[in-house]
């Protein structure tokens, strides 16, 4: 079955910077990657998703890149804001299918 | 409109018991999922109901588990005789269905299941 591994685990940023996520996955037939947002006490929210027919996607301050030959995608979060902060997770499915997910990537905002 | 709903929010419950946990999915959503998610994890697909049958079960980790969706809409997962290993997040999500191409799954904010 599909495996997706997330780093880092815990990033910390300075408000107004870049934060970049990263994650791996295993299952050549997946083709789709979204992401999720999830705060304390919430479900996930989706922020973000790409297909594996396009290599990047952006909204607003959020983008997403696909690299179906090495098998991985990051999102970049660019002048970051103290409302960033929550925890991130990847994840990859196979068109109408359970969606895998990583383990999570704790962002904090410094102020 | 109206996201997914689940409820209860928190359920606590004593060793040996059973649960029965709902979801409600957005209205036309004819896609529904359950995930299981322990502390400091990402969710953990656990069973996938398209209409009323269930598509993929693949998730459930033992018969102890069991889901349905008798008219296509609100889900029940049902856990017998619950362990302390039980203990975690439940959560809900729901989506659109389109053939071969996997749409947004929207999540509920899930029921936190502790087993003492």
């Known amino acids: 079955g599909e495996n997706v591994e997330q780093h880092p685990s815990t990033l910390s940023v300075q408000e107004g910077d870049s934060a970049v996520i990263k994650c791996t996955y295993s299952d050549s037939a997946s083709n789709y990657f979204p992401w999720y947002k999830q705060e304390l006490g919430k479900g996930p929210q989706l922020i973000i998703d790409i297909r594996s027919n396009v290599g990047e996607k952006k909204d607003q301050r959020i983008a997403v890149t696909l690299n179906k030959t090495a098998k991985h995608f990051s999102l970049h979060i660019t002048e970051t804001q103290p409302e960033d902060s929550a925890v991130y997770f990847c994840a990859a499915s196979e068109g109408n299918e359970k969606l895998t997910f990583g383990t999570g990537t704790r962002l904090t905002i410094i102020p | 409109g109206a996201g997914v709903s689940q409820t209860p929010s928190n359920k606590v419950t004593e060793k040996g018991k059973y649960v029965e946990l709902r979801c409600d999915p957005i209205s036309g959503h004819t896609a529904l999922y359950w995930y299981r998610q322990s502390l400091g994890q990402g969710p953990e697909f656990l069973i996938y109901?398209?209409?009323?049958?269930?598509?993929?079960d693949s998730g459930l980790p033992n018969d102890r588990f069991f889901a349905v969706r008798p008219e296509g809409s609100v889900s029940t997962l049902k856990i017998q005789r619950t362990e302390r290993g039980d203990s975690a997040v439940y959560l809900c999500?729901?989506?659109?269905?389109?053939?071969?191409?996997?749409?947004?799954?929207?999540f509920g904010p899930g029921t936190r299941l502790l087993v003492l």
């Open positions: 999500a729901s989506s659109p269905y389109r053939r071969g191409r996997q749409e947004t799954q929207y």
């Open positions: 109901f398209q209409g009323t049958g269930a598509a993929d």
